[in-house]
Nanobody, 123 residues
Framework: QVQLVESGGGLVQAGGSLRLSCAAS????????MGWFRQAPGKEREFVAA????????YYKDSVKGRFTISRDNAKNTVSLQMNSLKPEDTAVYYC????????????????WGQGTQVTVSS
């Protein structure tokens, strides 16, 4: 059974930092792109960042470029999202995702999803 389990969410003031982690289990994710989506109340789920298996390719939502950094440790089957200079508009439930289909920004192209972790940024 494939599982993606996120951790690291919480409450932080604007300008602060959080680091989200995702542990994958149940299969090898060799060759998989892994990434993060988020969903704020009343809004659609949106792409945040993704990283290729080789870690040489990354892709970010424009509004998080320069503030968020995605990384992965293939030996440990983990992916992380370092979030700096957080803004109230970053408040959302963040989901860890995985796909074999490439560095994509469409939610339905991702086959595996975690349960989500809440990030709340106060102003």
């Amino acid at each position: 059974q494939v599982q993606l389990v996120e951790s690291g969410g919480g409450l932080v003031q604007a300008g602060g930092s959080l680091r989200l982690s995702c542990a994958a289990s149940g299969r090898t994710f060799s060759g998989y792109v892994m990434g993060w989506f988020r969903q704020a109340p009343g809004k659609e789920r949106e792409f945040v960042a993704a990283i290729s298996w080789s870690t040489s390719n990354t892709y970010y939502k424009d509004s998080v470029k320069g503030r968020f950094t995605i990384s992965r440790d293939n030996a440990k089957n983990t992916v992380s999202l370092q979030m700096n200079s957080l803004k109230p508009e970053d408040t959302a439930v963040y989901y860890c995702v995985a796909t074999q289909r490439g560095l994509l920004t469409t939610a339905k192209k991702y086959d595996y999803w975690g349960q989500g972790t809440q990030v709340t940024v106060s102003s």
